[in-house]
């Protein structure tokens, strides 16, 4: 099972940028997808959600209207489409894979990859 996060770098504050997770390994219209950041000093934060099998989804309220997740189920990838970027959203990015939707409401998961890391500068 792989995870593969990437997309993330250094960016202006306003400017947009896309990550993408993708994964392999485990049936993925089974699973919901999820990002989760952490900045230096800061516990992680469940950003968005997504559930692959009929696209519900879920946004913390710091990202609500300004990012937007999508999955691509037939290239087994998420994306995070990142828009109206501020310094606050800086943090390394992380996504994760469970099959119950919930448990990655609540931070757990069963698969996780690695980070991307997101700067915005002011």
């Known amino acids: 099972v792989q995870l593969q996060a990437s997309g993330g770098g250094l960016v202006q504050a306003g400017g947009s940028l896309r990550l993408s997770c993708a994964a392999s390994?485990?049936?993925?219209?089974?699973?919901?997808i999820g990002w989760f950041r952490q900045a230096p000093g800061k516990e992680r934060e469940g950003v968005s959600c997504i559930r692959n099998s009929d696209g519900s989804t879920y946004y913390a309220n710091s990202v609500k209207g300004r990012f937007s997740i999508s999955s691509d189920n037939a290239k087994n990838t998420v994306y995070l489409q990142m828009n109206s970027l501020k310094p606050e959203d800086t943090a390394v990015y992380s996504c994760?894979?469970?099959?119950?939707?919930?448990?990655?409401?609540?931070?757990?998961?069963?698969?996780w990859g690695q980070g991307t890391l997101v700067t915005v500068s002011s």
């Open positions: 390994g485990f049936t993925f219209d089974d699973y919901a």
């Open positions: 994760a894979a469970d099959q119950m939707f919930f448990s990655l409401l609540a931070g757990t998961g069963d698969y």
